[in-house]
T-cell receptor, first 114, second 114 residues
Framework: EAGVAQSPRYKIIEKRQSVAFWCNPI?????LYWYQQILGQGPKLLIQ????????DSQLPKDRFSAERLKGVDSTLKIQPAKLEDSAVYLC????????????FGPGTRLTVT | QKEVEQDPGPLSVPEGAIVSLNCTYSNSAFQYFMWYRQYSRKGPELLMYTYSSGNKEDGRFTAQVDKSSKYISLFIRDSQPSDSATYLCAMSARPGGGADGLTFGKGTHLIIQP
């Protein structure tokens, strides 16, 4: 079974630029999560999708972050414009039935904002 | 006081030793407890999941939950150099998602010396 795929793996941008990350969850997994992991911290949930609907985005900085999950499969997370404090690893995870204890994480995208 | 406290380490032990990793928490509503292993530049991988109090064993790994003390532990027996990684505890008050669904510790960096 293929795992959660993410691209790109690394991205370096200047502040105020835009960036987009892509995630392909495990086939058949209805629930998709985006997390932000700052160096030395645990992951923090940004947004959770159930199929193509948003379950919770209360911790997503909506003035600069946006996310979508078209057709209930792939998802993109966008930052526009980026700030220095957005430097982090952005992790995508998926779950078959939405249970937190059965999440599978992708390798993450490491973003550096200079 | 943070909701979940975890010593970041690093914790360095010789190969073959028993490793004890711990987290404390303040939210008495937490019922679901997880341990993740995260290798450098990889996403977290679920190791152990425990519901409520008690012990759970899986091979060389044992997870313990003491809800009365708000304290959880992960023991690794016969530690191997391949166990060197960051170990994240995570917990939730409910099995489903949402922004308050899963709270992670900062992670403990473990080094097993050959």
């Amino acid at each position: 079974e293929a795992g959660v795929a993410q691209s790109p793996r690394y991205k370096i941008i200047e502040k105020r630029q835009s960036v987009a990350f892509w995630c392909n969850p495990i086939s058949g997994h209805a629930t998709l999560y985006w997390y932000q992991q700052i160096l030395g911290q645990g992951p923090k949930l940004l947004i959770q999708f159930q199929n193509n609907g948003v379950v919770d985005d209360s911790q997503l900085p909506k003035d600069r972050f946006s996310a979508e999950r078209l057709k209930g499969v792939d998802s993109t997370l966008k930052i526009q414009p980026a700030k220095l404090e957005d430097s982090a690893v952005y992790l995508c995870a998926s779950s078959l039935r939405g249970a937190l204890y059965e999440q599978y994480f992708g390798p993450g995208t490491r973003l550096t904002v200079t | 006081q943070k909701e979940v406290e975890q010593d970041p380490g690093p914790l360095s032990v010789p190969e073959g030793a028993i490793v004890s990793l711990n987290c404390t928490y303040s939210n008495s509503a937490f019922q679901y407890f997880m341990w993740y292993r995260q290798y450098s530049r990889k996403g977290p991988e679920l190791l152990m999941y425990t519901y409520s109090s008690g012990n759970k064993e899986d091979g060389r790994f044992t997870a313990q939950v003491d809800k009365s003390s708000k304290y959880i532990s992960l023991f690794i027996r016969d530690s191997q150099p391949s166990d060197s990684a960051t170990y994240l505890c995570a917990m939730s008050a409910r099995p489903g998602g949402g922004a308050d669904g899963l709270t992670f510790g900062k992670g403990t960096h473990l080094i097993i010396q050959p």
